[in-house]
């Protein structure tokens, strides 16, 4: 069994007890040695000890996945800033249930929201675009009004420049035709954009 104090100094060296130092079995006691020469090496001693240890290697990540997900939640628009958080979220993945996503893995994922930050964007400026649109299909009175005022300047073409006789002997088919197409078009919107009408009453006939 290893001493401690002077006794240990006398029957060993210097360069023997630095040795011992690097044996955990007998560190304490090169310890108590060194101490007894005014010297502490308690610190040398720790830092051996945290070098062995076992450490997981961290891989090394780039931050590219992270600057495109920043662009990608600029992208959604300000109506989705929660998907900067979700997004994140599935970035991450789950390390603690060993789900640790590869940088292939991540940039995939990227690429994914970004595509769909694009389609956030688009069917916003379409939704722009059919605010119009909306307007006129919600009221029938509305869509009534624009069949007859489209058909009635397709008349006043046809009388302007080819005449009357034009018009009620040729004429008067397109315009039947081009009213009843409109009409066709205005129901089939009604039906994608997902407008119903209200019942009209019998008294507002």
Not at 14 to 33: G, K, V
Not at 57 to 81: D, F, K, N, T
Not at 103 to 118: K, Y
Not at 122 to 149: F, K, M, Y
Request: glycine content about 10%; aromatic content about 8%.
């Amino acid at each position: 069994m290893i001493s401690s104090g002077d006794e240990v100094t006398r029957n060993i060296g210097f360069s023997e007890l630095f040795r011992m130092l690097e044996d955990p079995a007998t560190a304490e006691a090169a310890c108590d040695a060194f101490l007894e020469h005014g010297l502490d090496v308690s610190g040398y001693v720790d830092a051996l000890a945290a070098f062995r240890s076992p450490q997981v290697a961290q891989p090394r990540r780039s931050r590219a996945p992270h600057r495109a997900l920043g662009i990608a939640a600029s992208l959604a628009g300000r109506r989705r800033v929660h998907l900067r958080d979700e997004w994140a979220a599935v970035l991450a993945g789950d390390p603690a249930n060993g789900l640790i996503l590869t940088q292939r893995q991540r940039l995939r994922l990227v690429v994914g929201f970004l595509f769909a930050a694009i389609r956030f964007r688009i069917h916003d400026a379409l939704g722009l675009l059919w605010a119009p649109v909306d307007w006129v299909l919600t009221e029938r009175s509305r869509s009534e009004t624009l069949i007859a005022l489209t058909v009635g300047a397709q008349v006043i073409y046809i009388a302007w420049n080819d005449g009357m006789h034009a018009l009620l002997t040729e004429g008067w088919g397109w315009c039947g035709g081009c009213g009843g197409a409109l009409y066709l078009l205005t129901r089939w919107l009604r039906r994608l954009r997902g407008i119903e009408l209200a019942a009209v009453r019998p008294g507002n006939e």
